[in-house]
């Protein structure tokens, strides 16, 4: 299970990858579980860690975008992927109009993960659409980060039969979602590919700053080593 951690900022971004994580995803955690950033900061963070030799793979939020407006998610998945991010996350909403968008997330140029979320449950049937369409990783994610963890949200049959029906796809399957050190056990007995952290490794709430010793401490749990970048 590899650690996936959400960054703000060149700083964060940095801070992480020293940290021993192996996966950088760019949010901005004030403006709600997908906020995006601005796309000067995105590429800003991509050029700061390319600069210092780093390959981990990026990802990037395009915002909270409601499923209705398919023109503006198409837009801001085609803007952020041009930051030379490797991944490009988009919200899923349980929603009427989410079949429509996860169509047109397929045909874009950039690679896309379908994050859908679990706050009222996984859409059994949506999520087998998108395992039939070229995405090459799904996740699931909670909206409301004061309502608990992930686990609290979703029942754990429900999170097995998610993964594995995305592990079946041939996909890469991840979990996030107000995770914290305690969800650890929970989290290997269901061994997805990675869980995405940002409360367990902030020096207050998830909108606070990054804390380097709970990112190295993390990344220790999960056998990983800092890492000395030049």
């Known amino acids: 299970m590899r650690l996936l951690v959400s960054v703000r900022s060149p700083a964060e971004a940095l801070l992480a990858a020293d940290g021993g994580v192996d996966f950088i995803d760019l949010k901005e955690p004030r403006d709600g579980a997908l906020g995006g950033l601005p796309v000067p900061t995105v590429r800003a963070i991509v050029q700061a860690l390319r600069e210092r030799g780093i390959a981990l ?34 919200g899923i909403e349980r ?92 989290l290997r007995a269901l061994a997805p590919d990675f869980a995405g952290f940002r409360s367990a490794v902030c020096a207050g709430d998830r909108a606070s700053a990054l804390d380097a010793q709970k990112v190295r401490g993390l990344a220790g749990l999960l056998g990983r080593a800092p890492v000395a970048h030049h």
């Open 57 to 90: 793979p990026i990802s990037a939020t395009i915002g909270d975008v409601p499923m209705r407006d398919a023109a503006r998610i198409a837009a801001r998945v085609d803007a952020v992927g041009a930051c030379a991010v490797d991944y490009v996350k988009v």
């Open 95 to 186: 929603s009427p109009d989410a079949a429509v968008v996860l169509d047109l997330l397929a045909g874009r140029r950039h690679a896309v993960v379908p994050v859908f979320i679990a706050d009222h449950g996984l859409d059994e049937a949506l999520v087998a659409q998108a395992c039939r369409l070229g995405f090459p990783a799904l996740m699931a994610d909670t909206a409301d980060k004061r309502a608990g963890s992930l686990f609290d949200c979703v029942a754990a049959p429900d999170l097995r039969r998610f993964v594995a029906t995305v592990r079946r796809a041939g996909k890469l399957v991840g979990l996030a979602g107000a995770l914290r050190l305690p969800d650890l056990p929970a």
